[in-house]
């Protein structure tokens, strides 16, 4: 595989540079807000949030493939480590930042293995309902834990039931000017959205509260702000943290990985670099992860690829991952130069920007979408935003990624043997529609089944072709398996499958397989044995072709 390094610069030659300098600044503005929301939502100061984006944005330049995608902070998976490492120290503390960096490089060399292995599969194992939930429960923790901020009120440890029966008893006590700032920030990023998408509403909206905050002197009368950003330029080096700590953060580490090859595998193929050709989301992933190793490093925590700051990348026209470099230049050098403009910005315009991106990723639209076409996943939604929601946010999101598997396994075994008939005048065998147009031959079962043959699946596929026997008048004297569909079979599988063909020869009944088309389960069926147990002379290309050689005399039989 060739070594990429920095080759993005190999393009620029042909790239329009105006372009992505305009895309990256309009990146920054966007980052900017953004980045110190989540980095307060994780529990860092705001400035740490600014060293994840460099980290994120530098290192994917150096490694990934997308020319579009933006890495950074990211607020899908803030509430997961935050939560979780809030059991084991105290928010905020150097304990808890030392956790956290840790964290963020055994996340990056989880990803950088999935870029050796070649893992780009794993991001398919979330459904759609069930990345829907996760989401909506994401959304729901960071309403929660923003609204103390949004209304003034001290901050509540606890589970999400009872910051909430907390803030309920000390209703009487928000603070009108600090919910003003925060709601009026939400509005601004809201009304901004609507009316001008590329307009940065965010870092409009923070300016404007902060202008109110100085003006009004709302600071005398308690509005809360971000106080004086450190400026201090973190030198690279490895987090201290106690051995007795390590197990709890793998087990931690895989689940975060996780979120992030799905989100890196969204955006990817979301933004591909030319209409057409596949993304390379391995690729991908060593860009992310070589993120999180950097942003480890530099006491930061671990990065995600931002379908948000991505999509505003590619709509602004930008051609290369120069826009990412740019937006970092410009967030460094606020860093450097401007970070006492940062000072007054209020925690309650903070929260809003984080309600703001809370309501984004909670999928009203999908959700109702699945509503109107299937009940039973919606369920499926539902289940998993209460897991997300009332355990502990990684036991949630294991539960979250649990329930996706559980829903694929029981889609497999949800597949049913199902019988053919032949379209009249023609050597097309189709499934039996119940309108009795179709033709069966005397003596004859043809069946399908439609999908993979593993343990999963098996003795259903051999209980309902006995079955079909069974119920077959006259007995059948051939069998024809229909496998078009049958494209990878296990060592169970194939077991069944040669103990289900002698059945049917001890019940009088030649078996035959059809369209087995799969390269994977041919080389299966050689070497589990089942082909002995077929015997030779019977495996066809077509149904047809396996009626008319091994039953040329059946007779056609009236519907």
């Avoid at 930061?300 to 230049?329: E, H, K, N, W, Y």
């Avoid at 089942?530 to 077509?542: A, D, N, P, Y």
């Amino acid at each position: 595989m060739p070594a990429r390094g920095f080759s993005l610069f190999s393009s620029l030659r042909h790239a329009a540079w105006r372009a992505d300098l305009a895309a990256g600044v309009t990146l920054a503005a966007i980052a900017i807000p953004e980045q110190m929301a989540t980095a307060r939502l994780a529990g860092f100061p705001p400035q740490i949030g600014f060293f994840a984006f460099l980290a994120g944005s530098l290192a994917f330049a150096a490694f990934g493939a997308n020319r579009f995608l933006s890495s950074g902070a990211d607020s899908t998976i803030a509430p997961i480590f935050a939560g979780a490492l809030a059991l084991l120290a105290a928010r905020g503390s150097p304990q808890f930042l030392a956790l956290a960096s840790f964290l963020a490089l055994l996340v990056g060399a989880i990803l950088v293995i999935g870029f050796l292995l070649r893992a780009g599969w794993i991001a398919d194992l979330l459904s759609v309902p069930v990345t829907t939930g996760f989401l909506a429960g994401i959304a729901i923790h960071i309403l929660i834990s923003q609204l103390p901020a949004l209304l003034g009120l001290p901050s509540v440890e606890g589970n999400e039931f009872y910051r909430v029966k907390e803030m309920a008893r000390h209703w009487r006590e928000v603070d009108p000017a600090t919910l003003a700032i925060g709601l009026g920030a939400l509005a601004t990023i809201a009304l901004g959205e609507k009316i001008a998408p590329r307009l940065p509403a965010a870092l409009l909206a923070l300016a404007g509260a902060s202008l109110a905050v100085r003006f009004f002197d709302l600071e005398r009368r308690g509005v809360a702000v971000l106080g004086a950003v450190s400026t201090d330029v973190p030198h690279p080096r490895f987090p201290e943290i106690a051995a007795a700590d390590i197990p709890h953060l793998v087990g931690l580490a895989i689940i975060i990985a996780m979120v992030i090859m799905v989100q890196t595998a969204a955006t990817s193929r979301s933004f591909p670099n030319e209409e057409g050709r596949a993304p390379d989301v391995d690729r991908d992933y060593l860009g992310v992860g070589a993120g999180c190793l950097a942003a480890g490093l530099v006491g930061a925590f671990a990065v995600d690829a931002s379908p948000p700051r991505t999509a505003i990348v590619a709509a602004t026209g930008g051609r290369s991952q120069l826009s990412s470099i740019v937006a970092a230049l410009v967030i460094g050098a606020l860093l450097l130069f401007g970070a006492a403009l940062l000072a007054h910005v209020p925690e309650a315009a903070l929260a809003g920007v984080l309600l703001f991106i809370a309501a984004r990723i909670f999928r009203l639209h999908v959700m109702r979408d699945i509503a109107r076409k299937t009940r039973a996943e919606l369920a499926l939604v539902a289940l998993t935003m209460a897991a997300v929601v009332a355990l502990p946010v990684q036991t949630g999101v294991s539960l979250a990624i649990l329930l996706s598997l559980l829903h694929g396994v029981w889609t497999t075994t949800r597949t049913r043997l199902i019988g053919l008939e032949r379209v009249p005048g023609t050597s097309i065998w189709w499934p039996c529609g119940g309108d009795g147009a179709g033709e069966r031959l005397a003596g004859v079962l043809v069946a399908g089944f439609q999908a993979p043959l593993s343990f999963l699946n098996a003795y259903g596929f051999q209980r309902e072709l006995r079955e079909a026997i069974e119920a077959s008048a006259p007995r059948p004297k051939l069998v024809v398996l229909e496998a078009s569909n049958i494209v990878e079979i296990d060592y169970t599988a194939a077991g069944v499958l040669a103990r289900t063909i002698m059945d049917c020869r001890a019940a009088g009944a030649e078996v035959a397989i059809a369209r087995l088309e799969s390269v994977r389960a041919k080389d299966a069926l050689q070497r589990f044995g089942v082909m002995k147990t077929l015997g030779e002379g019977r495996l066809f290309r077509s149904v047809d072709e396996a009626t008319r050689t091994l039953a040329p005399e059946a007779d056609v039989i009236d519907p």
